[in-house]
């Protein structure tokens, strides 16, 4: 697997484990399918223009879940668009910027542990 494809199956792996605790599914589906498949990453540039313009929405209505959602969504949605190679990439950073706000959305949610989001965050099984 590619570095690059790495990286999407992590995004899939913390979509999937968000889909079960938010009510606005519609771009959380369409982020897990973008990730599982890489003719998808191009369109990930429109798919967070949809997410930015449910972000405003969230935003006028000091919507905190949803912000934090919508939050989340955009950094996949960036990193994914970074990862097509496709012309102007959104900022470098946006791939490690993915783990923290994902953190911190299960952190609102109420999650009791956030390492929960990632295996990346789960210490390797000891082998004793």
């Known amino acids: 697997m590619s570095s690059e494809e790495s990286v999407a199956s992590s995004i899939g792996e913390m979509v999937?484990?968000?889909i079960p605790h938010c009510e606005d599914l519609s771009t959380l589906y369409e982020l897990k399918s973008m990730?599982?498949?890489s003719t998808k990453w191009r369109k990930a540039h429109d798919l967070f223009d949809r997410i930015r313009n449910k972000?405003?929405?969230?935003?006028?209505t000091n919507?905190?879940?949803?912000?934090?959602?919508?939050?989340?969504?955009?950094i996949c949605a960036k990193t994914l668009y970074n990862l097509s190679?496709?012309?102007?990439?959104?900022?470098?950073?946006s791939p490690f910027w993915v783990i923290p706000i994902a953190v911190a959305f299960a952190?609102?949610?109420?999650v009791d542990d956030p390492c929960c989001v990632s295996?990346?965050?789960r210490p390797p099984a000891s082998t004793q």
């Open 63 to 74: 919507d905190r879940m949803l912000q934090h959602q919508y939050s989340f969504e955009e």
């Open 16 to 18: 999937s484990f968000f």
């Open 85 to 93: 190679g496709y012309p102007a990439p959104f900022d470098d950073d």
């Open 35 to 37: 990730a599982a498949d």
């Open 119 to 121: 295996s990346l965050l």
């Open 55 to 60: 972000t405003l929405c969230a935003d006028k």
């Open 107 to 110: 952190q609102q949610l109420g």
